[in-house]
Protein backbone atom coordinates (compact mmCIF):
# COMPACT_ATOMS: atom_id res chain seq x y z
CA UNK A 1 0.00 0.00 0.00
CA UNK A 2 1.37 3.74 -0.46
CA UNK A 3 1.88 5.71 2.24
CA UNK A 4 0.88 8.96 2.95
CA UNK A 5 3.73 10.61 0.79
CA UNK A 6 3.76 8.65 -1.96
CA UNK A 7 -0.15 9.64 -2.11
CA UNK A 8 0.71 13.04 -2.08
CA UNK A 9 3.36 12.57 -5.33
CA UNK A 10 1.17 10.71 -6.93
CA UNK A 11 -1.44 12.80 -7.28
CA UNK A 12 0.75 15.63 -8.04
CA UNK A 13 1.44 13.64 -10.98
CA UNK A 14 -2.02 13.29 -11.72
CA UNK A 15 -2.67 16.84 -11.52
CA UNK A 16 0.78 17.32 -14.15
CA UNK A 17 -0.87 14.96 -16.60
CA UNK A 18 -4.06 16.24 -16.59
CA UNK A 19 -2.60 19.76 -17.29
CA UNK A 20 -0.49 18.83 -20.07
CA UNK A 21 -3.62 16.62 -21.31
CA UNK A 22 -5.71 20.00 -21.11
CA UNK A 23 -2.79 22.61 -22.78
CA UNK A 24 -2.09 19.52 -25.90
CA UNK A 25 -5.94 19.27 -26.38
CA UNK A 26 -5.98 23.05 -26.55
CA UNK A 27 -3.37 24.10 -28.45
CA UNK A 28 -4.58 21.12 -31.15
CA UNK A 29 -7.61 22.81 -31.23
CA UNK A 30 -6.23 26.33 -31.73
CA UNK A 31 -3.96 24.88 -34.86
CA UNK A 32 -7.41 23.10 -36.35
CA UNK A 33 -9.38 25.96 -36.01
CA UNK A 34 -7.01 28.92 -37.10
CA UNK A 35 -5.26 26.99 -39.75
CA UNK A 36 -6.33 28.61 -42.30
CA UNK A 37 -4.60 32.22 -40.99
CA UNK A 38 -0.83 30.16 -40.46
CA UNK A 39 -1.45 29.24 -44.04
CA UNK A 40 -2.55 32.12 -45.84
CA UNK A 41 -1.64 35.47 -45.35
CA UNK A 42 -3.47 37.95 -47.29
CA UNK A 43 -4.00 41.79 -47.89
CA UNK A 44 -7.37 42.92 -49.45
CA UNK A 45 -6.90 45.74 -52.13
CA UNK A 46 -10.34 47.96 -52.90
CA UNK A 47 -11.96 46.83 -56.15
CA UNK A 48 -10.72 50.60 -57.97
CA UNK A 49 -7.12 50.12 -56.45
CA UNK A 50 -5.13 50.73 -59.58
CA UNK A 51 -2.10 48.82 -60.12
CA UNK A 52 1.10 50.37 -61.64
CA UNK A 53 4.01 47.96 -63.16
CA UNK A 54 7.18 48.90 -65.55
CA UNK A 55 5.74 46.73 -68.00
CA UNK A 56 2.64 47.01 -69.71
CA UNK A 57 0.20 45.10 -68.39
CA UNK A 58 -3.82 44.10 -68.51
CA UNK A 59 -6.24 43.63 -65.83
CA UNK A 60 -8.46 40.65 -66.41
CA UNK A 61 -11.18 39.36 -63.59
CA UNK A 62 -11.89 35.65 -64.30
CA UNK A 63 -15.76 34.59 -63.12
CA UNK A 64 -15.07 30.67 -61.98
CA UNK A 65 -16.70 28.02 -59.70
CA UNK A 66 -18.13 30.50 -57.07
CA UNK A 67 -15.13 33.22 -57.14
CA UNK A 68 -14.18 35.72 -59.07
CA UNK A 69 -10.11 35.79 -59.86
CA UNK A 70 -8.12 39.01 -60.02
CA UNK A 71 -5.71 38.23 -62.88
CA UNK A 72 -2.37 40.59 -64.17
CA UNK A 73 -1.68 39.81 -67.47
CA UNK A 74 2.00 41.41 -68.51
CA UNK A 75 2.51 41.39 -72.75
CA UNK A 76 5.55 41.98 -74.63
CA UNK A 77 5.70 41.82 -78.28
CA UNK A 78 6.41 38.97 -79.89
CA UNK A 79 7.25 37.38 -76.43
CA UNK A 80 9.23 33.93 -76.42
CA UNK A 81 6.22 32.11 -74.59
CA UNK A 82 3.78 32.64 -71.79
CA UNK A 83 4.61 31.76 -67.59
CA UNK A 84 1.59 31.30 -65.39
CA UNK A 85 2.72 32.32 -62.24
CA UNK A 86 1.48 31.02 -59.01
CA UNK A 87 2.73 33.33 -56.42
CA UNK A 88 3.04 32.72 -52.38
CA UNK A 89 1.00 32.56 -49.28
CA UNK A 90 1.14 36.54 -48.32
CA UNK A 91 0.08 39.64 -49.91
CA UNK A 92 -1.71 40.26 -52.93
CA UNK A 93 -0.69 41.16 -56.96
CA UNK A 94 0.49 45.07 -55.84
CA UNK A 95 3.54 43.11 -54.72
CA UNK A 96 3.89 39.80 -56.88
CA UNK A 97 3.29 41.66 -60.00
CA UNK A 98 6.64 43.13 -59.59
CA UNK A 99 8.13 39.80 -58.87
CA UNK A 100 6.41 38.59 -61.84
CA UNK A 101 7.68 41.20 -64.24
CA UNK A 102 11.61 39.36 -63.42
CA UNK A 103 10.60 37.07 -66.50
CA UNK A 104 8.73 39.74 -68.42
CA UNK A 105 11.99 41.66 -68.78
CA UNK A 106 13.59 38.07 -70.34
CA UNK A 107 10.73 38.68 -73.01
CA UNK A 108 8.06 36.54 -71.80
CA UNK A 109 4.21 37.41 -71.10
CA UNK A 110 3.09 36.19 -67.78
CA UNK A 111 -0.41 35.68 -66.64
CA UNK A 112 -0.55 35.81 -62.52
CA UNK A 113 -3.66 35.45 -60.58
CA UNK A 114 -4.40 36.43 -56.86
CA UNK A 115 -5.90 33.28 -55.00
CA UNK A 116 -9.47 34.04 -53.51
CA UNK A 117 -9.45 36.53 -50.38
CA UNK A 118 -6.05 38.00 -51.44
CA UNK A 119 -6.26 41.16 -53.11
CA UNK A 120 -9.66 42.01 -55.26
CA UNK A 121 -9.78 38.10 -55.67
CA UNK A 122 -13.61 37.15 -54.02
CA UNK A 123 -14.86 33.37 -53.16
CA UNK A 124 -15.19 31.11 -50.60
CA UNK A 125 -11.35 29.39 -49.76
CA UNK A 126 -10.92 25.28 -50.41
CA UNK A 127 -7.85 23.18 -51.49
CA UNK A 128 -10.54 22.14 -54.17
CA UNK A 129 -11.20 25.83 -55.44
CA UNK A 130 -8.00 26.73 -55.63
CA UNK A 131 -7.23 23.68 -57.47
CA UNK A 132 -10.03 24.57 -59.72
CA UNK A 133 -9.70 27.89 -60.00
CA UNK A 134 -6.23 27.46 -61.09
CA UNK A 135 -7.37 25.74 -63.84
CA UNK A 136 -9.37 27.85 -65.01
CA UNK A 137 -6.53 30.32 -65.25
CA UNK A 138 -4.40 27.27 -67.44
CA UNK A 139 -7.56 27.30 -69.76
CA UNK A 140 -7.39 31.26 -70.14
CA UNK A 141 -3.91 30.89 -71.55
CA UNK A 142 -4.70 27.63 -73.64
CA UNK A 143 -7.61 30.41 -75.45
CA UNK A 144 -4.75 32.54 -76.39
CA UNK A 145 -1.32 30.54 -76.68
CA UNK A 146 -0.02 27.07 -77.75
CA UNK A 147 0.18 24.56 -74.86
CA UNK A 148 3.70 23.83 -75.67
CA UNK A 149 4.22 27.57 -75.09
CA UNK A 150 3.41 27.75 -71.29
CA UNK A 151 5.43 27.31 -68.39
CA UNK A 152 4.09 26.75 -65.59
CA UNK A 153 5.92 28.66 -62.60
CA UNK A 154 5.40 27.96 -58.90
CA UNK A 155 6.47 29.46 -55.40
CA UNK A 156 6.53 28.17 -52.15
CA UNK A 157 2.97 27.68 -51.49
CA UNK A 158 1.79 28.36 -55.46
CA UNK A 159 3.58 25.25 -56.01
CA UNK A 160 0.98 22.81 -54.85
CA UNK A 161 -1.17 24.83 -57.70
CA UNK A 162 1.39 24.60 -60.19
CA UNK A 163 1.88 20.76 -59.61
CA UNK A 164 -1.59 19.95 -59.68
CA UNK A 165 -2.29 21.98 -62.88
CA UNK A 166 0.76 20.67 -64.64
CA UNK A 167 -0.66 17.09 -63.78
CA UNK A 168 -3.42 17.73 -65.32
CA UNK A 169 -2.20 19.34 -69.19
CA UNK A 170 0.75 19.52 -71.54
CA UNK A 171 2.70 22.42 -70.69
CA UNK A 172 5.66 23.05 -71.86
CA UNK A 173 7.70 22.96 -68.36
CA UNK A 174 7.12 23.10 -64.88
CA UNK A 175 8.98 25.21 -62.53
CA UNK A 176 8.98 24.98 -59.08
CA UNK A 177 10.72 27.13 -56.41
CA UNK A 178 10.73 26.02 -52.48
CA UNK A 179 8.43 23.27 -53.22
CA UNK A 180 7.41 20.90 -50.30
CA UNK A 181 6.48 17.78 -50.14
CA UNK A 182 3.08 18.22 -48.64
CA UNK A 183 1.30 21.17 -46.47
CA UNK A 184 1.12 17.92 -43.26
CA UNK A 185 4.92 17.18 -43.92
CA UNK A 186 5.96 20.97 -43.49
CA UNK A 187 3.18 21.05 -40.31
CA UNK A 188 4.64 17.63 -39.37
CA UNK A 189 8.09 18.72 -39.17
CA UNK A 190 7.03 22.09 -37.04
CA UNK A 191 4.87 20.07 -34.79
CA UNK A 192 5.71 16.56 -34.64
CA UNK A 193 3.98 15.92 -31.17
CA UNK A 194 0.60 16.00 -33.33
CA UNK A 195 -1.03 14.26 -36.02
CA UNK A 196 -1.32 17.08 -38.24
CA UNK A 197 -2.77 14.88 -41.05
CA UNK A 198 -5.48 14.49 -39.67
CA UNK A 199 -5.91 17.80 -38.35
CA UNK A 200 -5.76 19.50 -41.67
CA UNK A 201 -8.16 20.62 -44.13
CA UNK A 202 -5.60 21.73 -46.57
CA UNK A 203 -2.97 18.87 -47.61
CA UNK A 204 -1.80 20.53 -50.87
CA UNK A 205 -0.52 16.38 -51.67
CA UNK A 206 2.11 17.41 -54.19
CA UNK A 207 3.89 14.02 -53.82
CA UNK A 208 0.85 12.85 -55.36
CA UNK A 209 0.44 14.48 -58.41
CA UNK A 210 4.38 15.05 -59.43
CA UNK A 211 4.33 11.53 -60.72
CA UNK A 212 1.25 12.11 -63.38
CA UNK A 213 3.45 15.06 -65.52
CA UNK A 214 5.09 14.07 -68.60
CA UNK A 215 6.84 17.68 -69.09
CA UNK A 216 10.65 18.85 -67.85
CA UNK A 217 10.65 19.65 -63.97
CA UNK A 218 13.18 22.33 -62.78
CA UNK A 219 13.04 22.39 -59.05
CA UNK A 220 14.86 25.51 -56.70
CA UNK A 221 15.53 25.02 -53.18
CA UNK A 222 17.87 26.65 -50.62
CA UNK A 223 19.65 24.39 -48.17
CA UNK A 224 18.46 27.49 -45.09
CA UNK A 225 15.01 27.61 -46.10
CA UNK A 226 12.93 28.03 -42.31
CA UNK A 227 9.62 27.49 -43.67
CA UNK A 228 9.65 25.05 -46.40
CA UNK A 229 12.46 22.59 -45.33
CA UNK A 230 15.34 21.50 -47.94
CA UNK A 231 14.38 17.59 -46.69
CA UNK A 232 10.74 18.37 -48.13
CA UNK A 233 11.17 19.28 -51.40
CA UNK A 234 13.76 16.32 -51.57
CA UNK A 235 11.15 14.17 -50.57
CA UNK A 236 8.93 15.47 -53.08
CA UNK A 237 11.74 15.01 -55.87
CA UNK A 238 11.91 11.17 -54.60
CA UNK A 239 8.34 10.63 -55.52
CA UNK A 240 8.64 12.39 -58.79
CA UNK A 241 8.45 9.18 -61.46
CA UNK A 242 9.09 11.76 -64.77
CA UNK A 243 13.12 10.95 -65.00
CA UNK A 244 13.28 14.22 -66.37
CA UNK A 245 13.90 16.50 -63.28
CA UNK A 246 16.40 18.89 -62.40
CA UNK A 247 17.14 19.69 -58.93
CA UNK A 248 19.13 23.33 -58.33
CA UNK A 249 20.35 23.21 -54.48
CA UNK A 250 21.34 26.70 -53.69
CA UNK A 251 24.12 26.42 -51.04
CA UNK A 252 22.74 28.66 -48.19
CA UNK A 253 19.82 29.87 -49.79
CA UNK A 254 16.59 30.62 -47.88
CA UNK A 255 13.06 30.56 -48.88
CA UNK A 256 12.82 34.16 -49.88
CA UNK A 257 16.49 35.06 -51.34
CA UNK A 258 16.93 32.46 -54.02
CA UNK A 259 16.61 34.74 -56.93
CA UNK A 260 19.91 36.98 -55.92
CA UNK A 261 22.13 33.73 -56.25
CA UNK A 262 24.14 32.58 -59.70
CA UNK A 263 23.28 29.48 -59.52
CA UNK A 264 19.06 30.32 -60.14
CA UNK A 265 19.81 32.92 -62.37
CA UNK A 266 21.97 30.58 -64.57
CA UNK A 267 19.46 28.21 -64.61
CA UNK A 268 16.80 30.43 -65.64
CA UNK A 269 18.21 31.86 -68.12
CA UNK A 270 19.12 28.23 -69.52
CA UNK A 271 15.50 26.84 -69.40
CA UNK A 272 13.84 29.47 -70.90
CA UNK A 273 15.94 31.52 -73.37
Not at 59 to 86: A, C
Not at 132 to 153: G, R
Not at 213 to 233: E, K, L, Q, W
Request: one cysteine or more.
Amino acid sequence: MLNTRQKGISRKLKRVVAFLIVIYVIIGASLYFNQERFLFLPTILPQDYEYSFSYPFKEVFLETDGGVINMIHFKREQPKGVILYFHGNAGDLSRWGITAEYFVEKQYDVLIMDYRTYGKSRGKLSEEALYSDALYCYNYLKEKYEETNITVYGRSLGTGMATYVASNNHPKQLILETPYYSIADIAQSRFPMFPTKWLLNYKFESFKYISNITCPITIFHGTNDRVVPYASAKKLLETAANKNVDFVTIEGGNHNNLRHYKEYQNKIDDIIK
